[in-house]
Structure formats: C-alpha cells, structure tokens
C-alpha cells in the first residue's frame, strides 16, 4: 500500500515513513503543499497523509483541490490543530479522519488501517 506523507518538520517526516515502512507501507514524503498536490497529481496512492500547516500551500487547500478533482483517495489529517473548529474544518472539507499530534504511533497506524479498509475488500 502506497502512502503519500505531507509534512514539513522533516524530523517528523522521516520518523513516519521509517514507521509506516516499518509495518509494509510504502511511503513517499514531501515537505509543502504544492510539492503534495504534484505527487497526488501524477502518482497513484492509496492514502494521504497530511499536515494543515505547510508553506506553499496549506493542507486544507491540497484537500479541497484533490477533491476538486475528483479524488476519492482517503486522507487522514495529521496536524497540531486541536481545537473543534479545526476537525470540523478538515472534515467538512474531505478529511476522511482527524489525529492531533502528538499522536500514539499505534493510533496512528489504527487509523490508517481503518480508513483503508473498505479499499481492501
């Protein structure tokens, strides 16, 4: 399972895809939004996870654009907004789940798996 990571502390970023490879993902990183709506535009994934605040683009554009487009690609939101108005946005706009850092990996890992379900049935 191909998973695209959007986020920008890259200390962050790099101890995500070490864990996700680590349990059989595949995982490709970027570090802005633009660079995530490059990757969601010419590679075929089978999630996404993705930070709100980036530079060039925020998180909550790329999924608004990556839904504009038609993609029904899961999205899992993985961000420091915690406040309710922050889920509900995310969600409204096509997050298909929500995680606040910081997070438990096994969370993290439970989350994914979840909203990639219906995908593997």
């Known amino acids: 399972m191909r998973i695209l990571l959007a986020e920008d502390e890259r200390s962050l970023s ?3 895809v070490a864990l996700l490879e ?4 595949s995982a490709d990183a970027v570090y802005d939004g633009a660079e995530a709506l490059e990757y969601l535009a010419a590679e075929n994934y089978d999630a996404v996870i993705l930070d709100i605040m980036m530079p060039k683009m925020d998180g909550l554009t790329v999924l608004r654009k990556l839904r504009e487009r038609g993609s029904h690609v899961p999205v899992l939101m993985l961000t420091a907004k ?4 922050d889920k509900v946005a995310g969600l409204d706009t096509g997050a298909n789940d929500y995680l606040t850092k910081p997070f438990a990996t096994a969370e993290l890992l439970a989350r994914i798996r979840a909203m990639t379900r219906t995908q593997n049935t």
Do not use: F, G, L
């Open 14 to 16: 790099r101890a995500v």
């Open 22 to 25: 680590k349990n059989n993902y």
């Open 82 to 85: 915690s406040e309710v108005e």
